[in-house]
C-alpha cells in the first residue's frame, strides 16, 4: 500500500481566492440551513441581488413554508470588523434589491468574515470541522435609505447578529409569523 504525502499548499490553478470566497460563504450557509432542518435554493443567476434562498417547511400562524432571500458576500478585510458592528460597502443596485418593500420575499445581507490565509478557514479531523470565521447578518428592510444621488452605501451590521442555527430559526420564526415582510 502507497501513502500519498499530502499537498501542504494550494496548487497554481486553484480556484481564484473570490470564488473560493464565494464557495465558503455557501458552504457555511448550507451548514447552518441543514441543523436548522430548512432547505437551501440555489439559483443559477445573481442578477436580482439574491445568491440563495432559504425554506422553511414549517407552518407557522400566518405562512406555510416561509422562505427568505439572501446575497452573500465574503470578506477577509479585517478593516471593516469594528467593536460593535461590522461595516460593509454595497452599491445602489444591491441596495435596491435588499431594502425594496415590494419584495415579495423578506431579504437578507450575509457578510461572511474569513482570514486572510486560507490555510486558516478549515480545521478539520476526524472529530470536528471548525471554521475560523463567522457570518454577520442584518435585513435589508433594516438597511438605511441610500441618500440622494449616492452609488453607494456603507451598511452597518451588529456583530451580534450572528448566522447561527438560533438566529435562523428565529427569523423563519417572524417570517412565518409573519412579522417580517413579503406579500
Known amino acids: 500500500m502507497t501513502i500519498v504525502e499530502p499537498v501542504l499548499v494550494l496548487p497554481t490553478d486553484s480556484l481564484p481566492d473570490t470564488e473560493m470566497k464565494q464557495q465558503i460563504s455557501i458552504a457555511y450557509v448550507r451548514m447552518v440551513v441543514a441543523a436548522a432542518g430548512c432547505t437551501v435554493l440555489s439559483w443559477d443567476t445573481d442578477y436580482d441581488g439574491v445568491d440563495i434562498s432559504i425554506k422553511s417547511s414549517a407552518e407557522y400562524n400566518v405562512r406555510l413554508g416561509p422562505q427568505i432571500d439572501i446575497q452573500l458576500k ?8 469594528r467593536e460593535d458592528e461590522i461595516a460593509w460597502s454595497i452599491d445602489a443596485r444591491t441596495h435596491k434589491y435588499l431594502t425594496s418593500p415590494k419584495r415579495q420575499t423578506p431579504a437578507l445581507l450575509a457578510l461572511l468574515v474569513v482570514p486572510d490565509d486560507v490555510d486558516g478557514w478549515l480545521d478539520h479531523d476526524e472529530s470536528r470541522l471548525l ?12 438597511i438605511p435609505e441610500l441618500p440622494d444621488g449616492q452609488q453607494s452605501i456603507t451598511v452597518k451590521i451588529p456583530r451580534a447578529n450572528l448566522f447561527t442555527r438560533d438566529a435562523l430559526l428565529g427569523i423563519m420564526h417572524a417570517v412565518g409569523e409573519g412579522w417580517i415582510g413579503g406579500h
Do not use: E, F, I, R
Not at 465574503?74 to 470588523?81: A, E, L, N, P, R
Not at 471554521?131 to 433594516?142: F, I, K, N
Open 74 to 81: 465574503c470578506t477577509s478585510q479585517t478593516k471593516v470588523v
Open 131 to 142: 471554521t475560523a470565521s463567522s457570518m454577520y447578518w442584518v435585513l435589508g428592510l433594516d
